[in-house]
């Protein structure tokens, strides 16, 4: 199942019986395709996505690590998303009620650059799985594996790109009323004030300590995706709109209007571990008919 993708990079695919499947490139530790049992793409991966490294891979989702955004003094969105990974020979036990389960376990290689840049030492495992009803699931561990008994901090963010069918029929339920701040506006901190939220321009926001579960609502194709999140209170929430989508070379004039990311993160508090500590946060994305979700 691990087979060449684009540009001679390593991609793993996982295949659920009934006819869901997901893809993971090496490259990034990045989920770039999540198929529900139809075989309708469900995450949005740009036409004009290159698979060149360095440059990360634009859409599916990749995992921002150790630093979220312009959050820190590293490059924006950490380094795990545009390193090598590998499958992980001795990943951690599973719980034991998923024994059916199709799943690929990854670790980041870290270069011998990165201690210059971030001068510690870890384990950062990704799992994803495929479920039974097509559900995918991500979940991270990071350990301090420093041997100087040096504490380390991060933030982390599952950078998710769904694929919508026009943004601005897109309704976001579960951040209303919440605090966030807003990247647009040198991060300043607002109250979010309306309903639920709905597009009809650029967005850039990171919603602080939201519920476990949020949905996005595709009125036109009548699905909604629901996330569900563990360890990662925060939540950003990113559209480009037109101006931006322009200046982006990986990225189309039109496909803003196609692709909306909600991504699970722990942003506004770093996390912190002492050496020898291990930190676990997961997402479960899944993806279901609209009314089948109203009235939850
Ligand atoms: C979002 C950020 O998470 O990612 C945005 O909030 C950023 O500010 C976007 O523009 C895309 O980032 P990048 O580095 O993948 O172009």
Redesign the pocket.
């Known amino acids: 199942r691990l087979c060449q993708g684009v540009n001679g990079l390593e991609k793993f695919v996982l295949r659920e019986i009934r006819g869901s499947s997901a893809e993971v490139y090496l490259y990034g530790g990045q989920v770039t395709s999540w198929k529900n049992d139809l075989g309708e793409e469900l995450l949005f991966l740009s036409n004009k996505a290159t698979f060149s490294p360095p440059k990360?891979v634009?859409g599916g989702i990749?995992v921002?690590f150790p630093q979220?955004?312009?959050h820190g003094a590293l490059e924006?969105?950490g380094f795990a998303?545009n390193r090598m990974w590998s499958i992980d020979p001795a990943p951690p036990p599973f719980p034991p009620n998923s024994t059916n389960r199709t799943y690929v376990d990854l670790i980041l290689n870290l270069s011998e650059e990165d201690p210059k840049i971030w001068p510690h030492s870890c384990e950062c495992r990704l799992r994803v799985t495929l479920g039974p009803g097509g559900d995918l699931l991500l979940t991270s561990r990071i350990r301090n594996t420093n041997a100087d008994g040096k504490t380390f901090s991060f933030t982390l963010?599952y950078?998710t790109y769904f694929r919508v069918t026009d943004i601005s029929e897109v309704r976001v339920e579960g951040l209303e009323t919440l605090d966030y701040t807003d990247?647009l506006l040198e991060k300043e901190r607002f109250t979010e004030q309306g309903d639920a939220i709905t597009f009809e321009s650029e967005v850039?926001?990171?919603y602080l300590g939201t519920p476990t579960k949020i949905a996005i609502i595709d009125h036109e194709r009548k699905r909604t995706f629901v996330l569900r999140k563990d360890g990662l209170p925060d939540a950003?929430v990113?559209n480009?709109w037109d101006k931006?989508a322009k200046a982006?070379a990986d990225f189309g004039d039109d496909e803003y209007k196609h692709m909306l990311?909600v991504?699970a993160a722990a942003v506004e508090k770093q996390i912190t571990l002492k050496a020898g500590e291990e930190w676990k946060g997961r997402l479960e994305l899944s993806a279901v008919p609209s009314s089948y979700c109203s009235g939850q």
């Open positions: 990360a634009r990749s921002c979220v955004g312009t924006q969105h998303r963010a950078h990247n850039d926001r990171v950003v990113w480009p931006k982006m990311c991504e």
